[in-house]
């Protein structure tokens, strides 16, 4: 996994996820419910702005959440606690070299995470085979280049370009949604 995160590590960063998470939570968790005692692997976790939602949405199936960065662990960790969910672990590990065995889960949930990957159909190949046969896999990225800006602001859009750019520099593909 791409260890230089396009967005960066500082406080306003994950400010940004959580105000994300929560405008698009309708959107991206409408069917992000998982049956009693299933085990979910939420893979590329970050800074916790999805998790809190599936575990919430699933309050009895065991999530499993991974990231490479320790400190947005425990930012997510923080976050869970908060929350007071206990359906939830946390592990720090690179999504190219899950600590778990083949077939070890029944749902994988990814969330922008491919599009910071230089690698994203090896990722996918990688979450695969830790996926039990029937399990579902659940992926969901971004297009930047498809934004929006109304009204039309030229300023907005050599932003996006940049943050493509960027995102391509660091072995990403902000366009991949």
Do not use: W
């Given at each position: 996994?791409?260890?230089?995160?396009?967005h960066?590590?500082?406080?306003?960063?994950?400010?940004?996820?959580?105000d994300?998470?929560?405008?698009?939570?309708?959107?991206?968790?409408?069917?992000?419910?998982?049956?009693?005692?299933?085990?979910?692997?939420?893979?590329?976790?970050?800074?916790?702005?999805?998790?809190?939602?599936?575990?919430?949405?699933?309050?009895?199936?065991?999530?499993?959440?991974v990231?490479?960065?320790?400190?947005?662990?425990?930012?997510?960790?923080?976050?869970?606690?908060?929350?007071?969910?206990?359906?939830?672990?946390?592990?720090?590990?690179?999504?190219?070299?899950?600590?778990f065995?083949?077939?070890?889960?029944?749902?994988?949930?990814?969330?922008?995470?491919?599009?910071?990957?230089?690698?994203?159909?090896?990722?996918?190949?990688?979450?695969?085979?830790?996926?039990?046969?029937?399990?579902?896999?659940?992926?969901?990225?971004?297009?930047?280049?498809?934004?929006?800006?109304?009204?039309?602001?030229?300023?907005a859009?050599?932003?996006?370009?940049?943050?493509?750019?960027l995102?391509?520099?660091?072995?990403?593909?902000?366009?991949?949604?």
């Amino acid at each position: 996994m791409n260890k230089g995160y396009v967005h960066g590590y500082e406080d306003r960063e994950n400010i940004r996820l959580q105000d994300q998470a929560s405008t698009l939570v309708e959107l991206l968790h409408s069917d992000t419910l998982y049956p009693a005692g299933s085990r979910v692997l939420e893979a590329g976790c970050g800074v916790g702005a999805q998790t809190v939602t599936l575990a919430r949405n699933s309050p009895t199936a065991l999530i499993t959440s991974v990231d490479i960065s320790g400190a947005s662990i425990a930012e997510a960790k923080r976050k869970v606690a908060a929350e007071g969910l206990t359906n939830v672990q946390f592990q720090q590990a690179d999504i190219f070299h899950l600590p778990f065995g083949p077939e070890y889960f029944d749902h994988v949930f990814v969330c922008f995470v491919l599009e910071h990957l230089a690698q994203p159909v090896a990722a996918l190949q990688t979450l695969k085979d830790h996926l039990r046969p029937g399990g579902t896999l659940t992926v969901i990225e971004g297009d930047h280049g498809s934004a929006y800006f109304h009204p039309d602001s030229e300023a907005a859009r050599r932003t996006i370009e940049c943050q493509v750019e960027l995102q391509r520099r660091a072995g990403g593909n902000a366009l991949i949604g």
